[in-house]
C-alpha cells in the first residue's frame, strides 16, 4: 500500500473525501454497528454486496466488497487495518492498482450521542490515477453526501 505508515499519502492519483457529523446512540453502539463491515449494504449507496472472507470481525478480518460507481461495478478486498473498541475502525481496500481507505472515528457528543468522522482516501494506478482526481472528484463528493444521510437514517 502506498500508505503504510503515518506519512500522508501521495498526491499524485490520490484524493480523499471526509465528513463529520453527529448521531443520537453513543459511540460504543455506532463502532459496534460499524465496525461490521459486512453492513456497508444497510449504510453505503455504492455498495452492492458485501461478504466476510476471513476474520471474526475484529482485527485483520477481511471482506469482499462489489460496489456500483458511474454505472460501473468493482470488487475490492477489504481489510480491517486498525480496530480501537468505541473510537476507531480503519479498512484497507485494494484491487489491482486502485487502494482505499475508510477510517471512521467516533466521540462523545455532549449530548450523549456520537461524532463521526469519516475519511475515504483512493489511490488510482495509471492511467486512473491522472484521470481520476478530475473526472470523478464531484460524484465522489455527493456520494459522501448520500453515505453521511444514510448513516444518519439508519443509526438514528
Request: without cysteine; hydrophobic residues 35%; proline residues 7%.
Amino acid at each position: 500500500m502506498p500508505w503504510e505508515s503515518a506519512i500522508e499519502p501521495p498526491t499524485v492519483g490520490f484524493m480523499h473525501v471526509e465528513r463529520t457529523f453527529q448521531v443520537d446512540p453513543p459511540p460504543s453502539a455506532v463502532f459496534d454497528y460499524l465496525a461490521d463491515f459486512t453492513r456497508t449494504e444497510e449504510w453505503d449507496p455504492g455498495t452492492v454486496e458485501t461478504t466476510r472472507i476471513s476474520g471474526d470481525g475484529g482485527l485483520g478480518t477481511t471482506y469482499r466488497n462489489v460496489s456500483e460507481f458511474m454505472g460501473r461495478r468493482v470488487e475490492l478486498t477489504y481489510e480491517t487495518v486498525e480496530f480501537e473498541p468505541s473510537n476507531r475502525v480503519v479498512f484497507r481496500g485494494s484491487r489491482g492498482k486502485t487502494e482505499t481507505r475508510d477510517t471512521l472515528s467516533f466521540a462523545p457528543s455532549a449530548d450523549g450521542g456520537t461524532t463521526i468522522t469519516y475519511r475515504a482516501d483512493f489511490h488510482f494506478g495509471f492511467p486512473l490515477n491522472v484521470i481520476a482526481p478530475i473526472a470523478i472528484r464531484g460524484k465522489l463528493e455527493k456520494l459522501a453526501d448520500e453515505t453521511v444521510e444514510q448513516l444518519r437514517t439508519r443509526l438514528n
